[in-house]
């Protein structure tokens, strides 16, 4: 007895003929799972296979295709995407046959203040590009010299971005804890004690 294709069609739709149908093909998977995997990574290694490959995903309806499905994927886990570019952006490069995790400044400011790169240019110009802000000694980026080096105030409390300030400057506020009374008093000992 022959079946048209319609009715094997519509055998196939089934939901008891679909379920055995997806239970034979997990049971024959998991069976042949390693010899299955090493045949595909033998065969996507093959010149041609890769030729075809390249020449496939240059066509411009696979293109389209990939960006919508892309946008899609983004939307719909947008705000892990976001947080996941944030903290792998700029640290892995790829050299030597393996990805390496690269740390760049850009990076460490992101993580330690919260500032973005406008954010900092954009106090590098309000401060005389670079003077620090207490005693306008002007600062260089990159420096042998510790104490005209950059240094980045931030509040302990809050976390907040002040300003630039040279070396000195910063410690200077490091060891009284930003205490202002603490300030004050040495102010007073230094106008006493220098008569």
């Not at 299955?36 to 389209?64: G, S, T």
């Not at 960006?67 to 944030?86: A, G």
């Not at 060891?175 to 004050?184: A, G, L, Q, T």
Request: proline content about 2%.
């Amino acid at each position: 007895m022959s079946y048209t294709k319609e009715q094997a069609r519509e055998y196939h739709q089934r939901p008891e003929v679909k379920s055995r149908h997806r239970e034979r093909s997990s049971t024959y998977y998991w069976k042949h799972h390693d010899a299955e995997l090493q045949k595909m990574k033998e065969r996507n290694q093959r010149p041609d296979i890769k030729l075809k490959r390249k020449e496939y995903l240059q066509l411009p309806e696979v293109k389209a295709r990939k960006r919508e499905l892309d946008r899609i994927r983004y939307y719909k886990n947008h705000e892990k995407m976001l947080s996941k570019n944030r903290l792998t952006r700029g640290k892995q490069r790829f050299y030597g046959g393996r990805y390496h995790w690269i740390n760049t400044y850009w990076d460490r400011i992101w993580n330690t203040y919260r500032l973005r790169k406008s954010d900092w240019i954009r106090i590098w110009i309000e401060q005389n590009k670079g003077k620090c802000y207490i005693c306008g000694v002007q600062m260089k980026l990159k420096s042998t010299n510790k104490k005209i080096g950059l240094h980045i105030d931030h509040s302990h409390k809050t976390g907040k971005v002040r300003h630039f300030l040279c070396s000195n400057c910063n410690r200077f506020l490091g060891f009284v804890s930003d205490d202002i009374n603490r300030f004050e008093r040495a102010v007073i000992y230094l106008r006493e004690t220098d008569e």
